[in-house]
């Protein structure tokens, strides 16, 4: 995997040197930008030493140099290339800059020019951090998903003493781990994961279904898998491969589902409930085709079964139940409704009418609700991205509790 590191100009930009390292020991081939103040600080060639590759630092080819295409494109073939984009250590300015969409130099041109998840990991002077201007910039790259590596507190630079210190190496390379989905950190878990619709016959060649595709559920099941965890994916009706490396079991209907979901519960240590099960079934079924010349049937329709009402009950010690929540109108109330009735541990809800959410697409735009009453929305994102939020927070969750008693 190919991961650009931005470098800008704070004192913190010698550490970048180091960051490098870890994050090739990773497995990671790492490309380095550098912006023009931050060459102030470290010179380019300890970075080009490091990184194997020529670094990046201006957007109109090497200064003193006339600009060619190959250069003025560059930034587009980077953008493309990459899987993560890290900017460490982020000064103020550039925060600032990301913030406000500029595109000024190569690097933050490339921020804007990227769709691979940014990771931004800020250190300056604390009354820079606590500025309202910084506390404004940061709350805006969260609300766009950016994550954010909180800088520490301690002694700076500056001879001042509170937080803005960049993060340590290792938080920072947890992070890019954790955006590229493969932490490693779900090692040891069971995750069950449902995913798709469910098929409801009505007689032998009809029946009622839902317009989900599979495609959350299938990006938990391979993310979920990528950070280590063994993973049981019970899949409805679609057309979608099954990832690697994850062992499926195939089902149609809502009953088929219930069956398989409470045969697996058992192993389970984390179990998330992607699939748009039915919640009404036809309650007779004609064993052969309804005939257009009886007229229309009058269809009755009965119960299926509550899947997640089912094994909330029974749940093992230990085990981290998330449930989503596929809704029309009050999200989040109705989300929050679900995570009481049913005792889960996270339900993530999304608005299904809005344009980039919900069926069939590629991305999707949810909101986490948490039993505390903690409520994160997250900004548009493709279902990988939103499917390792969730994963970081059952790992957060996992964390903070007791160690698993789930038998395998
Ligand atoms: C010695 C020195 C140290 C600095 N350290 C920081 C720092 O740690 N964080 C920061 O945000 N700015 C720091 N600055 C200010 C930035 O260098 C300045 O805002 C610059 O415009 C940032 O450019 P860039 O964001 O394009 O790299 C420092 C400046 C000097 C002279």
Redesign the pocket.
């Known amino acids: 995997m190919r991961i650009a590191l931005g470098v ?5 930009a010698y550490k970048a040197a180091e960051l490098v390292r870890l994050l090739q020991d990773r497995g990671l081939d790492v490309q380095v930008i550098m ?4 060459c102030q600080f470290v010179r380019p060639l300890t970075f080009a030493a490091l990184s194997g590759h020529r670094v990046i630092t201006e957007m109109f080819g090497e200064e003193g140099r006339e600009a060619n295409v190959e250069s003025a494109i560059e930034h587009i073939a980077v953008a493309e290339s990459l899987d993560a984009l890290l900017v460490a ?1 982020a ?4 925060v600032a800059k990301i913030a406000h969409g500029l595109a000024d ?1 190569f690097l933050t041109t490339l921020v804007l020019a990227t769709r691979a998840p940014l990771i931004v990991a800020p ?3 604390v009354n ?1 951090w606590e500025s309202a201007a910084t506390r404004h910039n940061i709350a805006v790259l969260r609300e766009r998903g950016v994550r954010v590596v909180e800088p520490e507190a301690g002694p700076l ?1 500056c001879g001042m003493t509170g937080p803005g210190r960049l993060a340590s190496l290792e938080a920072i390379t947890a992070a890019v781990l954790a955006a590229l989905g493969i932490a490693g950190d779900l090692k040891g878990e069971t995750i069950l994961v449902t995913a798709g619709r469910t098929e409801e016959p009505l007689d032998a060649v009809r029946y009622l279904a839902n317009r989900s595709s599979g495609k959350m559920g299938y990006a938990v099941a391979e993310a979920g898998r990528r950070r280590g965890a063994r993973v049981i994916l019970v899949s409805g009706p679609t057309h979608l491969e099954a990832p690697a490396g994850v062992q499926i079991e195939r089902v149609r209907t809502a009953e088929e589902m219930a069956e398989a979901v409470l045969r697996h519960a058992g192993e389970a240590s984390v179990v998330v409930m992607a699939a748009a099960v039915a919640d009404f079934r036809p309650a007779e079924v004609d064993s052969g085709k309804i005939k257009r010349g009886n007229g229309p049937p009058i269809l009755r329709l009965e119960p299926t079964r509550d899947i997640l009402a089912e094994i909330s009950p029974r749940r093992r010690p230990g085990q981290l139940i998330v449930g989503f929540a596929a809704e029309t109108d009050h999200v989040v109330e109705n989300a929050a409704a679900k995570l009481r009735q049913k005792n889960l541990d996270l339900v993530v809800a999304n608005d299904v009418t809005q344009a980039g959410a919900g069926f069939d697409v590629d991305t999707n735009i949810v909101t986490l609700v948490f039993p505390d009453g903690t409520v994160k929305p997250l900004a548009k994102m493709s279902k990988l991205e939103v499917a390792a939020r969730i994963l970081d927070e059952v790992a957060a969750i996992r964390a903070r509790t007791a160690p698993r008693e789930v038998a395998g």
């Open positions: 800008t100009g704070g004192v913190a912006t023009r103040n931050a250590p000064t103020a300015d550039v130099d250190a300056m002077n820079m630079a």
